[in-house]
């Protein structure tokens, strides 16, 4: 089996039955960070409306956030759940960008992306999915954003199992993808968006337009998601 092959011809797909998703849906690089911290464990819909009030507010900038209290920040982003503890995450990374670059996103994606992963990594409540998802789509960087619907995609995909880790399925796409941060972009989007709507947990097989590309590579279904489908 062709990964490369199969992956590209998955992508394709998705990208002619959905349509790009041009993501991030954030006006500036500062916009997306926040967005990638506020987004743990809540939906888009109450990211945003913590992201408008923080626009509102006069907030939504590096200085800003970084001279205001964080009682203040939490009040703002209330809405995005865990708001002390994502208060405090938004203000460490401002605070850590103030002191290593003097406030300069420029100078901190200047860095080599897998040396700034880690140094990401490194900052409290930034975990694999939120820095590689600042890389991505803030920093422009060619890495690969997991998440729990790219596990589930993989799994039905049979080509790869669901205990599959983080990193394993981020060196999966990456050593069988181009390095094309376009192709990262939208493969990620597009996978939560299918995932999203189509092959959610009770997949809604006889609706989907992925079954065709499966059945052409020979994909294996696992038998949890052929239930009711021709998948
Ligand atoms: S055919 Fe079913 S299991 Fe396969 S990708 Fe579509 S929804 Fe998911």
């Avoid at 888009?44 to 001279?67: P, R, T, Y």
Wanted: net charge positive; with cysteine; proline share 3%.
């Amino acid at each position: 089996m062709n990964h490369r092959h199969i992956l590209l011809s998955i992508f394709e797909r998705m990208l002619q039955v959905y349509g790009p998703r041009k993501w991030w849906p954030a006006k500036t690089r500062f916009e997306v960070i926040v967005g990638a911290i506020l987004t743990q464990n809540v939906s888009w819909k109450n990211v945003q409306i913590a992201i408008n009030k923080l626009q509102k507010n006069g907030l939504l900038n590096l200085e800003s956030m970084l001279s205001a209290e964080t009682g203040k920040v939490a009040e703002n982003i209330r809405s995005s759940r865990y708001y002390n503890q994502k208060a405090w995450r938004l203000k460490g990374f401002c605070q850590h960008v103030k002191e290593r670059y003097n406030g300069s996103l420029d100078a901190l994606f200047n860095n080599d992306m897998e040396i700034l992963r880690e140094e990401l990594l490194g900052l409290k409540g930034i975990g694999k999915e939120t820095a590689d998802s600042i890389l991505l789509y803030a920093g422009q960087k060619p890495t690969f954003v997991s998440d729990a619907y790219t596990k589930r995609f993989l799994d039905r995909f049979g080509l790869m199992d669901g205990n599959a880790g983080y990193d394993q399925i981020r060196n999966y796409f990456m050593q069988n993808l181009p390095t094309d941060v376009y192709i990262y972009n939208e493969y990620h989007a597009l996978i939560d968006h299918h995932c999203h709507r189509i092959c959610k947990v009770q997949p809604d097989c006889s609706s989907c337009s992925m079954k065709i590309i499966g059945e052409k590579l020979n994909c294996q279904f696992p038998e949890q998601a052929k239930q009711g489908s021709p998948g």
